[in-house]
């Protein structure tokens, strides 16, 4: 009968590897979503930057929600991404101002995962390091 060795260094550091090329990926893929021409919304207006954004547009503006995007490796085996401006989660999930006029939700992560399917991502890194 056959006998298995199971390298579990060897595991262990293509899947750490894997995560490391995967997180680089992701991060130039969220940041390609947020510069990208592809949010609606509801009419032109002058940004601060001085810019006329139309109907579809970006979310740059002057930066700020692109360039707090930062992320982290808190294990060998799990990352996380992070935008650090208080107003984040009106561009994540949408909102409604007190006069009751609603802006959409401009979720990059979602954007970037419609053209980067992390999953994928991941298992093509791993396979380089296996």
């Given at each position: 009968m056959a006998s298995v060795t199971i390298f579990k260094q060897?595991?262990?550091r293509a899947l750490t590897s894997g995560?490391?090329?995967t997180v680089r990926d992701l991060n130039s893929a969220y940041t390609t979503a947020i510069e990208a021409p592809r949010y609606g919304?509801?009419?032109?207006?002058?940004?601060?930057?001085?810019?006329?954004?139309?109907?579809t547009r970006n979310i740059v503006d002057l930066g700020g929600f692109r360039d707090s995007q930062s992320v982290g490796i808190l294990n060998p085996f799990l990352a996380e991404f992070s935008w650090n401006v208080p107003y984040a989660p009106q561009i994540f999930f949408g909102?409604?101002?007190?006069?009751?006029?609603?802006?959409?939700?401009?979720?990059?992560?979602?954007e970037a995962h419609k053209i980067t399917n992390p999953t994928e991502l991941f298992a093509e890194s791993v396979r380089r390091y296996a």
């Open positions: 060897n595991i262990e995560l490391q090329d919304w509801p009419g032109s207006t002058e940004r601060r930057s001085g810019e006329l954004a139309g109907t909102y409604t101002t007190r006069a009751g006029n609603a802006f959409p939700a401009r979720n990059p992560v979602e």
